[in-house]
């Protein structure tokens, strides 16, 4: 059974950063892409970021590209996603997902992700 368990969320000043944690089990790791959504109440869950199984190729919305920053641990079955410069429009759940296809046109979609994380709650005061 695939577990996804992310951490790392709270509450931080604009212009903060914070660094989130997915620990996966149940899979085997190295073989999923990976990824960080995000939602607010009210609106779709959008993507954030995603880093590829092989090669570790990385993927940015346009919203944080320069910002926050995805890798991956495969030796500790975890990735990460260092947010910097934060502000309030970055206040979300966010999400950790995993994927076993990697076809890139879809990669920024959460079709292609079959396991999600329970989401840890991410909240800038401005």
């Known amino acids: 059974q695939v577990q996804l368990v992310e951490s790392g969320g709270g509450l931080v000043q604009a212009g903060g950063s914070l660094r989130l944690s997915c620990a996966a089990s149940g899979l085997t790791f190295s073989r999923y892409t990976m990824g960080w959504f995000r939602q607010v109440p009210g609106k779709e869950r959008e993507f954030v970021a995603a880093?590829?199984?092989?090669?570790?190729?990385?993927f940015y919305a346009d919203s944080v590209k320069g910002r926050f920053t995805i890798s991956r641990d495969n030796t500790k079955n975890t990735i990460y996603l260092q947010m910097n410069n934060l502000n309030h429009e970055d206040t979300a759940v966010y999400f950790c997902?995993?994927?076993?296809?990697?076809?890139?046109?879809?990669?920024?979609?959460?079709?292609?992700?079959?396991?999600w994380g329970q989401g840890t709650q991410v909240t800038v005061s401005s």
């Open positions: 997902a995993a994927s076993s296809s990697e076809i890139l046109t879809t990669i920024r979609t959460m079709s292609p992700y079959k396991n």
């Open positions: 880093i590829r199984r092989f090669g570790g190729n990385t």
